[in-house]
């Protein structure tokens, strides 16, 4: 119940439940009875299961009907994949075959064997197909492909026709190489075409359908040329069976096929004419017929056929048919043919066209398939041959197929016993003997030097004398009396006697007894018309009886040995060949559809030798199997293999067995494979396997489609990935070519990862301080207008962060600060050394102030800030400490407890310092009277700090600071008093000094500040 969710697992579980019906390996049968066989066989057939395995071996049921088991989806599934996986199947093999080729580059054929009507020809069919279509495609393998494909119905309409056992019955023996190596190719040869079908046909069946379909299909042009009636009737060679029509063949489509293959495999339009011209020949000879004259002598009828007949002179012909020449002593005597002989030879020689004329044909398919690569060949060979038949009577050709089956049965009981035995011993086991039928005795009997019946057969042919069938049967007698396979009506007990004529021998093959009939099994003379062959017209007649002059003083082979010996061809290229086996059954004779006639059947599967096999491949062990393969399927009943076996897997397979317990007896271990000796053994295996499998069902399905999901999204996510980055890829190109145009889709996103990436590297360079205003990093011009934005943003941002951070008593200060700034800034030398140094509350305390002075000001006196100060007298200059105190609203020049001066700042009329370093400070007072003081003169070291304190309260900035740098000398006026003027005077040098000159000015030197680029006055 848990399969079934995907078309996978479907496809899954039903390869599985074909599986399941019967056993797909005879080897694993319970028995080895026939019975049992015969079960399984028609279990497996009535599903429709035609393929059943004995090892390697397919067996194969006819069905007649068309399974949908051939298609290209089907080759497709058992293309390079393990024969034991699948389902039996005739691709399967195929595809082993064609594996172990390519695996151990040597050569192997595919024996495909049964009786007549069993599938042999289709087998062999679905084979090529196989290889036609796994094979590579190029233009040159395609044709030599079709070229393959295409002899097929060439050579099925002159070597098959229609017989009682099968509408498409070949008559002869085929073996095709199919040559692999870079090209492909293929080689047939054919074996001993039925001939005499040519002028014989048992009733209900027909001639070589080649026939009919010229006959039937052939174009009225073509039938005029040709002499011929469009009707089969008309022909003698064609109405024996009395069937000439069948519904079931359908000869003027056939004959299109024919004639459209040939075209395929390069039959040149006048070889084909020519080849017509044969078929036809052979119809107009057979209706040839003799009338005896007066001394009973065949005398030709003066019919006009002969015009037709084989491009030779009629006269010649005729002469031909009716007489031969025979030398005696110096003169030539003719010596004429009674009516009798004349038919003979009319027939010997329309057979003898036929069959030469299909030689030539597969010469011809040869040449066009030829594999021409002269590198190494490996091949498959497929014999298709004729199966073991027993007719009422039984002619010639019938004792030739059977004895080729007789060969090809020993040929496979030594194959098999070999490699079996080959198997055991490259395993290292020890081979037991295994009993068996050796059919020896029976292919000796026919064809032993000197003493077998082929050899007495061609003794009595060429002896001189009157030899009749009579003689050699007496002859047989004498030989093989006491053979035991052996018999005739003179050596045979009283109830076999019954059964047999005087005329007959029997052979007890180990398919079955078969009866012959003596009579007509020697060849008479017919050479001297098929030397009037060799004069022709049709090219290639001519060629194909070329050779009859030359040969006529040797002593000609009979055809018996001729096959003996083109047989003993064949099995020696097949023992050095590796071998396969298709065996096929007829499921009825009746050719219905579905029906399984058992007794038939059963009949098959012991001729065929197929018991004998089975017991064979089951005599020591029934079942083998690689370790990899055995650990693989039952891994999972064993806790040490399961999951995975990390050591070899013959040991793994050692501990696997063991734990299932295995009795020692049961089983061997080979070098590569696992030896089972019943397959008992392995069934209790497997049902352990199918329970455990059952139980793992529902996990495995869903691992499985979790796998498969898995891997699909993992799929999809990588194939999304490269789309992305393709994409992505190129749209940075593209915006990169187009950065500088204005925004558009093209640039759009890169001109966003440009702006990005720059506010991500600007965040990592902001400058650290105010003060620094030079770290900003250098915009792409598409950032130009953010970045000053932001430039300015985060400037104040700082600015502002160092407000907050700042307290309100260095506020006081920093306001102090920008007074005192915009007072010097730029204009006093000494303020820059001034900044650094903070403004106080006030520089002298109020307990160093005297109390008197406290005192008396406390009405007015709102002290603010008071510091020392040198005040120098007006009149002499003289330097002398005192106080500065400042309030509100005035200054006081304070001299310990009494107030010297008091200045209003409304009374405040300027207040000059000078531009250098010096720290003199005059405060120009109004003066209205001379009563009141005059200028004040002192020297402060908080210059910056007092005046900038004063400046504040006094509010008005009216502080003058002398400007002229370059003048050297610079110079304050003072009032001394109302009316009388003084001076300070300022410069520079190199002592720091304050005297009073002689011109009565008060002059203060100072240093230079470091950067005066002015000489220092001397003096
Ligand atoms: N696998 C198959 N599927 C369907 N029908 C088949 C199959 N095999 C054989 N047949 C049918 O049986 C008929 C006879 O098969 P085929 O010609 O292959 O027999 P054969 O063994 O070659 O006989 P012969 O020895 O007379 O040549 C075919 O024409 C076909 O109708
Ligand atoms: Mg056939």
Redo the contacts with the bound molecule.
């Keep these: 119940g848990a399969r079934g969710s995907t078309g996978l697992l479907n496809m899954e579980g039903a390869l599985v439940a074909r599986d399941k019906v019967g056993i797909q390996d005879f080897v694993l049968l319970d028995e080895t009875t026939e019975t049992a066989f015969m079960e399984n066989l028609k279990k497996r057939f009535d599903k429709d299961l035609?393929y059943t395995y004995i090892g390697a071996l397919v067996v194969?049921v006819?069905?007649?009907?068309?399974?949908d088991i051939y298609n290209s989806n089907q080759m497709d599934l058992y293309m390079g994949v393990n024969f034991f996986e699948l389902p039996p199947h005739i691709f399967a093999l195929a595809d082993t075959v064609y594996h172990a080729m390519m695996l151990e580059l040597n050569n192997h054929f595919i024996l495909i064997s049964?009786?007549?009507?069993?599938?042999?020809?289709?087998?062999s069919k679905k084979i090529l197909q196989y290889y036609a279509a796994c094979s590579p495609e190029t233009d040159l393998l395609t044709s030599v492909r079709d070229k393959m494909l295409m002899s097929n119905p060439v050579l099925e309409a002159f070597g098959?026709a229609k017989?009682l056992?099968?509408?498409?019955?070949?008559r002869f023996g085929k073996y095709m190489d199919i040559q692999f190596n870079k090209a492909l190719g293929g080689h047939i040869l054919n074996y001993l075409l039925e001939k005499s079908r040519v002028v014989h046909q048992n009733h209900g069946e027909r001639n070589f359908h080649i026939f009919y379909q010229l006959v039937e299909g052939g174009e009225e042009d073509l039938l005029h040329q040709l002499g011929l009636e469009r009707d089969c009737l008309y022909y003698n060679y064609l109405t024996q069976g009395e069937c000439a029509i069948m519904s079931s063949i359908n000869d003027k489509n056939d004959w299109k096929t024919v004639k459209n293959a040939l075209k395929v495999i390069e039959v040149s339009e006048s070889d084909r004419t020519d080849l017509f011209g044969v078929v036809a020949s052979v119809l107009h000879l057979g209706n040839v017929e003799f009338d005896p004259d007066s001394r009973g002598n065949a005398s030709l009828d003066n019919n006009t056929e002969l015009r037709w007949l084989l491009g030779v002179n009629a006269q010649t012909l005729q002469e031909g048919l009716t007489y031969r020449k025979i030398r005696a002593q110096q003169d030539q005597v003719l010596s004429p043919f009674n009516i009798d002989h004349a038919i003979y030879v009319r027939d010997a020689l329309a057979k003898a066209m036929y069959g030469r004329t299909f030689t030539w044909l597969v010469r011809q398919i040869n040449e066009s398939m030829e594999n021409k690569d002269d590198t190494m060949k490996m091949v498959i060979g497929l014999l298709?041959i004729?199966?073991f038949e027993v007719f009422y009577v039984n002619s010639f050709e019938q004792f030739c197929i059977n004895y080729c089956n007789e060969k090809l049965q020993q040929l496979f009981i030594q194959l098999t016993l070999k490699s079996e035995q080959e198997e055991y011993e490259a395993e290292g086991i020890e081979w037991e003997a295994v009993q068996f039928f050796n059919n020896k005795i029976i292919c000796d009997l026919v064809e032993e030097r000197h003493r077998g019946i082929i050899s007495i057969l061609d003794e009595e042919c060429l002896r001189p004398g009157d030899a009749t069938d009579l003689t050699f049967l007496e002859r047989l007698e004498e030989k093989m009396g006491d053979h035991p396979h052996f018999v005739t009506h003179r050596l045979a007990d009283i109830t076999t006697r019954k059964t047999l004529d005087r005329g007959d021998f029997r052979l007890l093959h180990y398919a079955g007894e078969v009866t012959y009939c003596v009579v007509g099994k020697r060849d008479r003379h017919t050479q001297h018309t098929e030397r009037l062959m060799g004069q022709s017209k049709n090219a290639i007649v001519r060629e194909v009886f070329c050779n009859a002059d030359a040969d006529s003083r040797r002593r000609p082979e009979t055809v018996a040995t001729q096959f003996k010996s083109s047989l003993l061809k064949l099995t020696e290229s097949l023992l050095a060949k590796d071998a396969w086996y298709v065996r096929?059954l007829k499921s009825n004779e009746s050719?219905k559809p579905g029906v399984l006639d058992e007794a038939l059947v059963r009949h098959q599967v012991k001729y065929l030798g197929l018991m004998e096999h089975l017991r064979v491949r089951r005599a020591g062990f029934a079942y083998r199997r690689r370790y990899e393969v055995f650990l693989q399927r039952y891994k999972a009943l064993c806790p040490a293999t399961w999951p995975h076996w990390l050591g070899l897997p013959m040991d793994g397979v050692q501990v696997l067995v063991q734990h299932l317990g295995y009795m020692p007896y049961e089983y061997k271990m080979g070098r590569t494979k696992i030896f089972i000796r019943h397959p008992k053994t392995l069934y209790a295996t497997e049902d352990a396997f199918e329970r455990c499998s059952n139980a793992c069902c529902l996990l495995r399905t869903k691992a499985f489609q979790m796998d498969v999901a898995w891997k699909a999204a993992q799929a999809r996510k990588e194939v999304e990935r490269r789309d992305w980055a393709v994409k992505v890829i190129k749209k940075f190109i593209n915006g990169f070519i187009n950065r500088g145009d204005a925004r558009s889709t093209d640039n759009s996103e890169y001109l966003a990862f440009v702006r990005q990436s720059y506010l991500n590297r600007l965040k990592l360079k902001l400058p650290q301080t105010v003060l620094d205003k030079t770290t900003w990093l250098t915009p792409p011009s598409v950032c130009q207008e953010a970045s000053e934005l932001l430039r300015k943003v985060y400037y104040r941002l700082m600015v502002r962060k160092y407000v907050r951070g700042i307290s309100q008593q260095k506020k006081g200060q920093l306001q102090m600060k920008v007074v005192t700034s915009a007072i010097f800034k730029g204009k006093k030398d000494s303020y820059p050394q001034s900044i650094t140094r903070s403004f106080l509350d006030t520089r002298i305390g109020e307990a160093d102030i005297n109390p008197k002075v406290l005192a008396k000001g406390t009405a007015v006196f709102s002290l603010q800030y008071s510091v020392p100060v040198v005040k120098y007298d007006r009149k002499g200059f003289k330097p002398r400490p005192r106080q500065i105190l400042l309030t509100t609203s005035a200054a006081y020049l304070v001299e310990e407890a009494k107030i010297k001066q008091r200045v209003l700042y409304t009374s405040l009329k300027g207040i000059s310092v000078s531009n250098l370093t010096d720290d003199i400070v005059v405060l120009h007072i109004t003066c209205e009277d001379a009563k009141q003081k005059g200028d004040l003169v002192f020297q402060c070291d908080h210059l910056f700090e007092f005046l900038t304190k004063l400046s504040i309260h006094y509010r008005v900035s009216v502080i003058n600071v002398l400007l002229n740098r370059f003048a050297l000398l610079r110079s304050i006026t003072i009032e001394i008093q109302s009316g009388k003027q003084g001076a300070v005077d300022f410069t520079t040098g190199p002592e720091p000094l304050v005297y009073k000159d002689k011109n009565g000015h008060l002059m203060v030197v100072r240093h230079p500040p470091p950067h005066t680029p002015y000489p220092l006055k001397s003096g």
């Design positions: 035609i194969s006819n069905p007649y009907k068309d399974l049964g009786e007549s009507g069993a599938g042999k020809t289709e087998a098959n017989t056992k099968n509408d498409n019955s070949s298709d004729y199966g096929c050719k």
